[in-house]
């Protein structure tokens, strides 16, 4: 036994220690900040005037409906087929198992440049588009040049692209999930379709989501390759007016200063998502409105609002004796 | 128990054979669940209890021999003269007639204790909501969990949990209930809370197939016992002979390890 402490200590009246290294590095941030901001105030050649004269060109702004559309539309449609495709990489059936790896394999090794100038130009390649019994007689065809418009090209190159990377974040969600959810799921009755939608897509969002936060952001600044196919998306928009008045630095200003924003606004709503699925995982996060995370983060510590119950420490699944 | 001759016989095995890969799981497992019977599966570890019951629910596959339910054949049906797997369909239709307990409970954690007990009923079996929740609470209710309604899995300790599991398996009546060591992730003092409520599912005369290594539960409860060895049933009888004089040397011995275990703990 040691001995006991004298009764006259109180942590409360405790002073904070003096850590000199935190003095030091707060002054040099603060020091490189403050250079920043002189910078982009003082630098004539930014010419704020004409960012702030180009922010709502209409030509801008339709540029950046067309990035954000382009974003939507390549994001739905990749989510979907990557999906899709995941679960055929998980299918126990070989031939749809292989096809599947193959798409993957194939399109996240294309570059997304080479793959929209290749959409673009599909027409060289393939004149004609057609319908029919394979190998037999043809049903409808259509000319591959009025099918493939810059607009179908990016759709098409950015939506392939995207699904097989959304494909490999989705099948590594899946597989995160516990393989007892889908025995309990199946020994309920549920249909395979039901299995994977019911329980285990819903489960794996909480994998799935973050790194799919990350691909929409890539995916928006990936659309500025569209420019290349003469799409008019947000750098495009901004392009043809420098091309004119060589306003370089200012209009690539407009363009950096939409796609922070729209970044932000995307982050936003990643954080919403994550917690909506989080739920179920994290008790205080369910248990708690949603400003009960700010007060977690600051003081550290889980409060359970519930009334007490005589739960022990997490309630999780502790596996005892012989594992498998 | 004179009347085990003439009940009728819910589940039956007949030479049931399963392998993995080179491993012979189950090598010819033969048996037979009378209506309203509790039978007790015991056995070393890896003997193949879990995978008997896994195929009985038809979660694996097997290579060889017969299952039925109701004298229905699982998994199979008649075609030309022989057998072929049956539809995906009519598997589900088979596995909804029976209900299943896991070792680590897996109830769905992103889903209320209700909606875990409501989701069968209603989206499988087409039982209207309303109906589905009212039974929901009449079970949370017997289990002992009425408050918990709409607390998650995750909230809950884990003979809680097992006790929801219990509730779920038994929402939409199935005909026979398998657990898999339903005590055996618990700690000990959780143990009787989910015992208690198997014992109240027995006596209620649900036909139930239990995987346990709980002696006691086996012994007062269970109307048969099994025990499984390498992949086959080494012995089986009505509870009381089993214990009282086994008749294999192994059975004998695995008896002996086992009540010598539990003197050493207490
Ligand atoms: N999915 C699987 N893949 C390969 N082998 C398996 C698989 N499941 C079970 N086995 C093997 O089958 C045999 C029986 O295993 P099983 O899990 O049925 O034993 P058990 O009696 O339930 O044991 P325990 O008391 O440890 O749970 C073991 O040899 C095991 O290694
Ligand atoms: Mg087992």
Not at chain 1, 155 to 171: F, K, P, T
Not at chain 2, 110 to 123: D, F, G, Q, Y
């Amino acid at each position: 036994m040691s001995t006991p402490a004298l009764a006259t200590h109180d942590v409360a009246s405790a002073r904070p220690r003096f850590r000199p290294w935190r003095l030091v590095g707060g002054a040099a941030i603060a020091i490189v900040m403050l250079q920043v901001v002189i910078f982009l105030v003082t630098n004539e050649r930014l010419e704020w005037g004409v960012v702030a004269s180009y922010l709502f060109n209409p030509n801008v702004l339709t540029g950046l409906w067309m990035t954000i559309f382009l974003t939507i539309v390549g994001m739905v449609i990749g989510s979907v087929l990557g999906t899709l495709i995941a679960a055929g990489q998980l299918s126990d059936f070989g031939p749809v198992r292989w096809i599947c790896q193959l798409y993957v394999g194939v399109f996240r090794g294309i570059p997304p440049l080479v793959q929209l100038i290749f959409w673009f130009n599909l027409a060289y390649l393939v004149p004609r588009i057609s319908i029919g019994v394979p190998f037999g007689p043809e049903l409808y065809s259509w000319s591959s040049n009025d099918l493939i418009s810059p607009l179908t090209a990016a759709i098409i190159g950015l939506s392939l692209h995207e699904a097989a990377y959304m494909a490999e974040i989705v099948r590594s969600g899946i597989l995160a999930v516990d393989t007892g959810q889908k025995d309990a799921a199946r020994a309920m009755g549920f249909s395979r379709l039901q299995t994977f939608m019911k329980v285990v897509l819903p489960q794996s969002m909480r994998v799935i989501i973050p790194p799919t936060g990350s691909q929409f952001i890539g995916l928006l600044k990936g659309t500025s390759l569209v420019s290349v196919i003469a799409m008019g998306d947000l750098l495009h928009s901004v392009q043809v007016i420098y091309n004119r008045t060589y306003q370089v630095v200012p209009l690539l200003l407009v363009a950096v200063i939409w796609y922070l924003v729209v970044v932000t606004l995307l982050t936003m709503g990643q954080r919403r998502i994550e917690r909506y699925f989080g739920r179920g995982y994290d008790r205080a996060a369910t248990a708690m409105p949603k400003t009960g995370q700010v007060r977690t983060m600051l003081t550290g510590a889980v409060a359970l609002p519930e009334p007490a119950g005589e739960t022990d420490a997490t309630g999780r699944a502790r596996r005892k004796g012989k594992g498998a | 128990m004179n009347a085990e001759t003439t009940r009728k016989t819910v589940l039956e095995a007949r030479g049931v054979v399963k392998r993995f890969g080179d491993t012979l799981a189950l090598d010819g497992v033969d048996l037979s669940v009378a209506e309203g019977d509790v039978v007790a599966i015991l056995g070393p570890s890896g003997s193949g209890k879990s995978t008997l019951v896994r195929c009985l629910h038809q979660l694996e596959s097997i290579d060889g021999g017969a299952m039925y339910l109701d004298g229905e054949l699982l998994g199979f049906e008649e075609h030309r003269g022989g057998l072929r797997p049956r539809s995906e369909r009519q598997v589900e239709q088979q596995r909804r007639q029976m209900g299943m307990v896991f070792q680590q409970f897996n109830l769905f954690p992103h889903w209320s204790v209700l909606r875990n007990i409501t989701e069968a009923p209603t989206k499988v079996h087409g039982v209207p909501a309303a109906k589905a929740r009212a039974r929901a609470l009449e079970l949370l209710e017997k289990v002992g969990l009425s408050d918990k309604a709409d607390a998650h899995p995750r909230q809950l300790s884990g003979g809680q949990q097992q006790r929801v599991a219990i509730a779920r398996a038994v929402a939409p009546n199935p005909r026979v209930l398998l657990f898999d060591e339903p005590t055996s992730a618990l700690d000990p003092e959780l143990v009787d809370e989910v015992l208690a409520v198997m014992k109240s599912l027995a006596r209620a005369g649900m036909t139930m197939v239990v995987v346990t290594h709980e002696m006691d539960f086996a012994r007062e409860v269970a109307d048969r016992c099994v025990f499984m060895a390498e992949g086959r049933v080494v012995e089986e009888g009505p509870s009381a002979e089993f214990f009282a004089s086994p008749r294999t040397d192994r059975l004998r011995s695995f008896l002996t390890r086992y009540s010598e275990g539990r003197q050493a703990v207490s």
